[in-house]
T-cell receptor, first 113, second 108 residues
């Protein structure tokens, strides 16, 4: 079990650039979650998918953020255009089913200058 | 966004002491109450979880106490160790929204 894999681990970009974060969930898990963590706002749920279908995207900050899950083994979170206030650690997590524990990746630290 | 209110925000405990972190929720339909532990540079990991049909669950030095009528649950860490220093999050739903987190520091 390789765990949830996120890439890149660190991303530094300039304001206005497009940023794409990637996640590979644990094989067989049917739910995938994207979170953003900052000191001020804690661990915020951005969006989650069940069986590759977005279920709740109410946490997505604004239209600059979009997430896709084209298949069961891959998801992306895209920010276009990026802004300095998007600087945070972004986590992806997956779980086997409802009531199962979440398994988190090690996160992507995004810095927008 | 938070569906649970977690307190305290930070906690300092001496080695060997008891650490207590509390969470309160509103929605009586919730049926899964996990605690996650996060070390710096890592993602959170499940520590212990409880369902509302029991009032207490113990795993080693970690215990969840659950009060259904008060809609509260708490994490107790007995014999706290410096290695327990981390941030702890509670959640109280199946769509996995977390509390604000508690930064625990255990002093040697």
């Amino acid at each position: 079990d390789a765990g949830v894999i996120q890439s890149p681990r660190h991303e530094v970009t300039e304001m206005g650039q497009e940023v794409t974060l990637r996640c590979k969930p644990i094989s067989g898990h049917n739910s995938l979650f994207w979170y953003r963590q900052t000191m001020m706002r804690g661990l915020e749920l951005l969006i989650y998918f069940n069986n590759n279908v977005p279920i709740d995207d109410s946490g997505m900050p604004e239209d600059r953020f979009s997430a896709k899950m084209p298949n069961a083994s891959f998801s992306t979170l895209k920010i276009q255009p990026s802004e300095p206030r998007d600087s945070a650690v972004y986590f992806c997590a997956s779980r086997l089913n409802r009531g199962s524990p979440l398994h988190f990746g090690n996160g992507t630290r995004l810095t927008v200058t | 966004q938070q569906q649970v209110k977690q307190s305290p925000q930070s906690l300092i405990v001496q080695k060997g002491g008891i650490s207590i972190i509390n969470c309160a929720y509103e929605n009586t339909a919730f049926d899964y109450f996990p605690w996650y532990q996060q070390f710096p540079g890592k993602g959170p990991a499940l520590l212990i979880a409880i369902r509302p049909d029991v009032s207490e669950k113990k795993e080693g030095r970690f215990t969840i106490s659950f009060n259904k009528s008060a809609k509260q649950f708490s994490l107790h860490i007995m014999d706290s160790q410096p290695g327990d220093s981390a941030t702890y999050f509670c959640a109280a739903s199946n769509d996995m929204r977390f509390g604000a987190g508690t930064r625990l520091t255990v002093k040697p």
